[in-house]
């Protein structure tokens, strides 16, 4: 049973904490342009003296700090919450694997830069928030697939495997990041206003 436990809090619940982050980035971000064409705000942004790689940069790193403070917040609950409830049960803390090192500071990060950078470039081509977040959503379904992989225990993820992936994750970030500079044009998203 206290092996069951510890393959049930240790692996399993990996893949929410790339959901957590997912999720939270690609909210702010499907906000980060359409959100502010529909509320008149992005006009001013657009005539500051900024380039737009520093305004893309600015809009991503908005997004990424509080996906990441969240994810890492949540973890130190989970890890606190669970331990505590263990030692008092079982006598022992539950939540100790290794893998968790590099679930929480690589994968968690790539993840939210993945979603980012996927919502960002829909939310500069959207027309409305909802339509932004309504496609952004869809990003989520193939990290809800790894969960159920996880569970059923088709695919169980070791350390090595969270660091190939968070590092595949990372390589796809930097490639749709390249994507985002030339679709980011103000004087197209000065014409939709």
Do not use: D
């Amino acid at each position: 049973t206290h092996r069951m436990l510890f393959i049930f809090f240790n692996y399993t619940f990996v893949p929410f904490f790339m959901i957590i982050p997912l999720m939270i980035s690609s909210m702010i971000a499907a906000n980060s342009v359409v959100g502010e064409k529909e509320r008149g705000t992005i006009e001013t942004l657009l005539y500051t003296p900024i380039t737009n790689r520093e305004l893309v940069f600015g809009k991503l790193l908005g997004s990424f700090l509080p996906a990441v403070v969240v994810s890492i917040a949540a973890f130190l609950l989970f890890l606190l919450i669970g331990n505590a409830v263990s030692f008092g049960m079982i006598g022992f803390m539950i939540i100790r694997s290794p893998i968790w090192i590099p679930a929480i500071l690589l994968m968690s990060p790539a993840t939210s830069l993945l979603g980012l950078s996927l919502t960002l470039l829909v939310s500069i081509k959207s027309k409305t928030y909802i339509e932004a977040q309504q496609i952004s959503g869809v990003i989520v379904l193939p990290f809800m697939a790894l969960v159920i992989i996880q569970m059923t225990g088709v695919l169980v993820f070791s350390s090595i495997y969270v660091i190939v992936f968070s590092v595949l994750l990372l390589i796809v970030s930097y490639v749709i990041f390249g994507k985002i500079g030339p679709k980011f044009s103000r004087e197209s998203i000065l014409n939709t206003l």
